[in-house]
């Protein structure tokens, strides 16, 4: 399974982006798809995640309210919707893929596949 998100950029402060993440080579309505971010110098974070149909989504408190996962299973993709940007959101944003059964618990090791991840700038 291969994993490709783009859709990151600069944004200002305040301001919204959206980032995909496209899976390929594998049967996407089978995993749970994760959204985790790294920040320079600091370790890679959950931010969220969404089962296969789409019905459940979790959300780490530090982005609870202004982001929102979605997916779209017939074009083997999941959306990250981030709103209300802070300067503290700026961090490399990676996909990944699950097939453990649900619910996840956002840890890393829950994952078996991974996307190369996409640039998230937010400017003050």
């Known amino acids: 399974v291969q994993l490709q998100a783009s859709g990151g950029g600069v944004v200002q402060a305040g301001g919204s982006l959206r980032v995909s993440c496209v899976a390929s080579?594998?049967?996407?309505?089978?995993?749970?798809m994760g959204w985790f971010r790294q920040a320079p110098g600091k370790e890679r974070e959950f931010v969220g995640v969404i089962n296969w149909s789409g019905r459940s989504i979790y959300y780490s408190d530090s982005v609870k309210g202004r982001f929102t996962i979605s997916r779209d299973n017939a074009k083997n993709t999941v959306y990250l919707r981030m709103n209300s940007l802070k300067p503290e959101d700026t961090a490399i944003y990676y996909c990944?893929?699950?097939?453990?059964?649900?619910?996840?618990?956002?840890?890393?090791?829950?994952?078996?596949?991974w996307g190369q991840g996409t640039q998230v700038t937010v400017s003050s």
């Open positions: 080579g594998g049967t996407f309505s089978s995993f749970a």
């Open positions: 990944a893929a699950s097939l453990q059964i649900w619910p996840l618990r956002g840890q890393r090791e829950e994952y078996n596949y």
